[in-house]
C-alpha cells in the first residue's frame, strides 16, 4: 500500500511539473528574456525590436557562458521549482543549458525532477505524521508546502532576476535551507498540533530566520529596472503557488482512488 502511495505521489508530482512548465512559458520566462536585455549594464544595449536575446547570444557569449551557472545556483538556492532560462553561450540559439537541451526542454525537464521529488517528500511527510491527504485538504496541503519552499523563504531572499545583485551564494543557501526546515516544523506544530504551547513553538520557529535576517548584498544597484523585478517575484510566486496547488489536488485525488480500490 506505501508503494502505491508514492508511486501515486510520482505521478502527481510529474502532472504538476508539466502544467508548472506551461505556466512559466507564460508569466516567467517572457520577463527573464526582458531582463536578459539589460545584461551586462553598458557593456549590451537592449534588444532591438525584431531581435531576440537567443539571437544576441553570439555577441555576448562570455557574458552569457558565465551567466549560466550563476543562475542555476541562484535557482537552486531561492526557488527549487525554478526556470531553466540559462545561455551555454555556444551554439544553441534557445538557450540551452545542458546536454545542447533548449531552453524549454531545460525547464521542463527540471520542473519534472522538482516535481517528482516535492510530490514524494508531501506524501512522505502525508504518511509519517499520519494526516493523509484527500481531494478535501489537498489545496491546504500545497499551500503550506508553498509557504514553506517558496513564500517564507521569500520574504528575506526573493525571487531574482538575471543582473540583480545577490549575497555570497553559500551564505544564501544555508539561510534558505535553514529558512525551509524551521518553517515547515513551525507550520506542522501550528496547524496539526492542538496544543496550545507546541502552537506558539511554531510560531517562534516560522519567525526566527525573519528576525536573523537573511543575508543580503553590499551594492544593490542594477541595470535591471526595478519595476520589472517586482514583476518577476510576483509572476514566479504565483506560479509556484500554482504549482503546489495543484500537486496537493492531485495528489489526493491518486489517494482517493487507491483508498477506493483497496
Known sequence: MIVRYLLAALVAGLFSGVLMTAAQEARVVPLILHAEEFEGGDEAAPATEGTTPGTEGAAQTQDHSSLGAVILDMASALSPVSVAYAHDGEDHEEGGIMFGMSRFSGTLLANLVTGAGFGLLLAGFSLVSGHP????????????GWLAVHMLPAIGLPPELPGFPAADLGDRQVWWIATVILSAA????LFLKPNIVAKIVGIVLIAAPQVYGAPQPGDISSSVPAVLGAEFAVAALATTLFFWIVLGLSLGFANEKIAKAA
Open 133 to 144: 491527504i484527500t481531494v478535501a485538504n489537498g489545496a491546504l496541503w500545497g499551500a503550506a
Open 186 to 189: 513551525g507550520l506542522y506544530l
